[in-house]
């Protein structure tokens, strides 16, 4: 009887320990070392009224999911507001869509283009990159967003359009 219960518990223990030691899509909450996210140009500037940029990201081997996907929603932070960009979508290798596939065996990185229409506002702002996962039909949030990118550019907004002239 001992020896039973004693074989019981320690299987008990052995898939307890095998269990915690998948964390499945939730050890994708947290970012490992060699992940690695900028915006080019930085900050971003203004030509015309509109701000381009390039969002780059990189991953390393054995963090991506290969049955997940993975949201990356860049969003403009500013005084009065934020502004959402269009979302850029990834994938496990495993997952049958049409985004860009990453890697689990050997990691992967991704480009993103980035437009939006220039707002006064927008002078003091912070690019940040907000994640959310997708797995079984969960959505699952980061909780803290990426910064990226600090200020917007915009020089020529400050230059006084009505010259005064010089007196000697």
Do not use: W
Request: charged residues 25%.
């Amino acid at each position: 009887m001992k020896r039973t219960k004693f074989s019981f518990l320690a299987i008990f223990a052995l898939v307890a320990i095998i269990l915690s030691g998948c964390g499945g899509v939730d050890k994708m909450k947290e970012l490992p070392e060699g992940t690695s996210f900028k915006v080019t140009p930085n900050p971003l500037e203004v030509h015309g009224d509109i701000v381009q940029g390039t969002i780059e990201g990189t991953f390393p081997a054995k963090y991506f999911n290969k049955k997940a996907m993975l949201e990356i929603t860049p969003v403009l932070v500013y005084q009065g507001g934020e502004l959402p960009l269009p979302v850029k979508v990834l994938q496990g290798q495993d997952v049958e869509a049409n985004n860009q596939v990453i890697s689990n065996d050997a990691g992967g990185s991704f480009k993103h283009d980035i437009e939006f229409e220039y707002v006064d506002a927008m002078m003091k702002s912070d690019l940040e990159l907000r994640f959310v996962i997708l797995y079984k039909d969960k959505r699952i949030p980061f909780d803290l967003p990426q910064k990226i990118g600090v200020g917007v550019l915009a020089t020529y907004k400050l230059v006084d359009k009505d010259p005064k002239p010089i007196m000697l």
